[in-house]
């Protein structure tokens, strides 16, 4: 991983794919690079570099690389620290170069059988395996690049989008897809193939998506797609990309940018899903009603930050819905032996569709006994809807942050939904219903006012300018939302923080508390509240500082240990996804006061599509 873009043209399309690479930073990465075949010479000229994009924009330009063909890519190491050895496109003999998301999991027996076939390996990658098993394919130019690629993959166990150009076939592209998502660009004369249609807003707007093991021939004119040994045809999709997604606009950088995005995206999300006080439930999709009728419980699974929002939805549909929830880690849930109840809808959460561990969640879950499944996510042409029963999608636009903020909010709107929705069948009244369906329609108002908090918020994150550690408090259905906030504060500061339910802390975090601990917590207006407020004077007694993020009705003077900074007072039901915002801003602020690449952060992709 992490981005592929390729090209064939009449025209020169060296800057088209570094335009493509340029566009696809926003994923996270560490190495870059570009094959290309020069007109008429036959031979592949390459560059690499360790870094950004621009240190590879700049070596090509001096190398003045050029041609009418040619693959790139950017890399986040998976196999070897990053290096220009390591760094895709990896070639074979100089003739074949092959740039590869994914994981290659029984690369190794290859690496051994290419070895003893005289093949000399010059990276720590599995992808560079790749290359010669498909330069042995070819038997010297004796079989066609496509079957030497189709041969190729059959020995491939694992993970893998590619794209392969061969010095010694300069008229074609191959790519092959499985578990990895690859999509072909349409133009007129000539063809591109890119991970994310993003890459290709400058050429096209016209994709076909592959499927689950597809096989490709582009050339300029034509496109031939294979699924098996039989020759298929796949729909092309016109995407209308937006024009203000890679534009910072007025703001430093892309997160805060989609922070203060939230209030219309969530208007986004909303519309066409909510009216006159109901949630219009068509809004999950034709099939819905009928796997609804059936559900007593719900499963969730996720990674990371859409984690955290299944958890707050597991609060949601117990006190909503009146239904039992279990909400598990993506990445563990394969590795049990589950038990599925009966009438369980499976519910899988993520912004890209395409995180590795979830799809491969869905995969075993499709092996089990679930009455439904229903993808959570903000890509509609993505592996996750494509692969489920139902879905919803989150309208957050291009989150192009590596730290999610406003797909996030998104989720948790969605969840909201779908938890009123469930609980129509399960006692909710239509009248309870209005109330949070009504409430949900000035939650972009809401969100609003609270970000009006940005600057006393920029303030009080200078006071984590020599802090290297952090707590997060809340208790009840705020937990996972210190959980959340924790997580950011980590991505993107490098500051070390851990949340905690409040009730906790005597159960041993208090050890942590001193003067050099800051301590930040969530206090809404709600049930929990006098007991939040114990525990967080257990804090100050110890002499720890806390910076509490309270609803404008509650107030903590006369305690010389505590900052707080109140936010617009908030129903209870939406509590979780207004107090996520200041939250938010902190960690933005307290990264910028600590010199960190906001963005980018260090060793972290933005959509994770390996295991």
């Excluded at 109901?278 to 099939?287: C, D, I, P, Q, T």
């Excluded at 006098?530 to 004077?537: D, F, I, M, Q, Y």
């Amino acid at each position: 991983m992490c981005g592929i873009v390729g090209a064939i043209a009449e025209r020169e399309v060296t800057q088209i794919l570094l335009e493509g690479l340029k566009r696809l930073e926003y994923r996270g990465y560490d190495s870059a690079g570009v094959a290309l075949i020069n007109d008429g010479s036959h031979k592949l000229k390459t560059a690499k570099a360790v870094g950004k994009v621009s240190a590879l924009v700049n070596k090509v330009n001096k190398q003045k690389l050029t041609g009418k063909i040619g693959i790139a890519h950017t890399r986040w190491a998976t196999h070897g620290k990053p290096t220009n050895a390591n760094a895709h496109p990896h070639l074979s003999h100089d003739q074949i170069a092959v740039v590869h998301n994914g994981i290659i999991e029984n690369y190794e027996s290859i690496r051994k059988k290419l070895e003893a076939a005289g093949y000399k390996f010059s990276s720590q990658t599995d992808s560079e395996s790749i290359a010669h098993l498909i330069h042995l394919e070819r038997k010297g130019g004796k079989v066609p690049l496509l079957t030497a690629v189709k041969r190729t993959v059959k020995q491939l166990h694992g993970a893998y989008g590619i794209c392969v150009t061969d010095a010694l076939e300069p008229e074609n592209l191959i790519v092959a897809r499985s578990g990895s998502p690859l999509v072909i660009g349409l133009g007129i004369g000539e063809n591109f193939v890119a991970s994310d249609p993003l890459a290709l807003g400058q050429v096209t707007d016209r994709y076909i998506y592959l499927e689950e093991g597809d096989i490709a021939r582009v050339s300029l004119t034509e496109i031939e797609i294979w699924a098996g040994n039989k020759k298929v045809k796949r729909e092309a999709t016109t995407v209308q990309h937006r024009g203000d997604a890679a534009d910072k606009g007025e703001h430093k950088h892309f997160m805060l940018k989609e922070i203060f995005e939230q209030p219309q995206v969530i208007r986004d999300t909303l519309a066409g899903r909510i009216s006159e006080g109901k949630v219009l439930e068509n809004a999950f999709g034709v099939k819905a009603k009928a796997i609804f009728d059936k559900i007593k419980q719900v499963q969730i699974v996720a990674c990371g930050t859409s984690h955290h929002a299944g958890h707050v939805c597991k609060y949601w549909l117990e006190s909503i819905a009146k239904m039992p929830c279990s909400v598990d880690i993506a990445s563990d849930y394969r590795y049990r032996d589950i038990i599925v109840q009966p009438n369980t809808l499976f519910v899988t959460v993520s912004q890209s569709g395409e995180t590795a561990d979830t799809l491969a969640a869905l995969s075993y879950a499709k092996e089990l006994n679930y009455a439904g499944y229903l993808a959570i996510c903000n890509v509609a042409t993505s592996s996750l809807v494509r692969e489920s029963d139902i879905s919803i999608l989150t309208m957050a636009g291009q989150e192009i942050g590596v730290a999610s903020t406003k797909a996030f909010t998104t989720q948790l709107t969605l969840l909201l939904i779908l938890a009123i929705t469930l609980g129509r069948r399960n006692g909710l009244k239509p009248k309870a219903e209005a109330e949070i369906v009504n409430e949900l329609a000035k939650l972009p108002e809401l969100l609003e006012a609270t970000l009006k908090l940005d600057k006393p918020i920029k303030k009080l994150s200078r006071a984590f300018s020599n802090k290297n550690h952090s707590l997060f408090l809340g208790r009840g259905i705020q937990y996972p939302i210190a959980k959340e906030g924790a997580l950011k504060l980590k991505e993107i500061s490098y500051i070390h923080a851990e949340a905690y339910p409040a009730g906790e802390l005597k159960h041993g975090p208090l050890a942590l508390v001193d003067s050099d601990m800051p301590v930040i917590a969530v206090a809404p207006n709600d049930d929990l509240l006098g007991k939040l407020r114990a525990n967080l004077s257990e804090v100050s007694a110890r002499g720890g500082k806390l910076y509490v993020f309270a609803d404008e009705s509650v107030t903590f003077e006369g305690d010389k240990n505590c900052k707080a900074i109140h936010v617009p007072n908030t129903p209870d039901v939406l509590d979780p996804i207004v107090f996520t915002i200041p939250l938010q801003l902190l960690s933005y602020h307290v990264a910028i006061v600590k010199g960190t690449d906001v963005d980018h952060p260090r060793n972290l992709a933005k959509s994770v599509t390996v295991e």
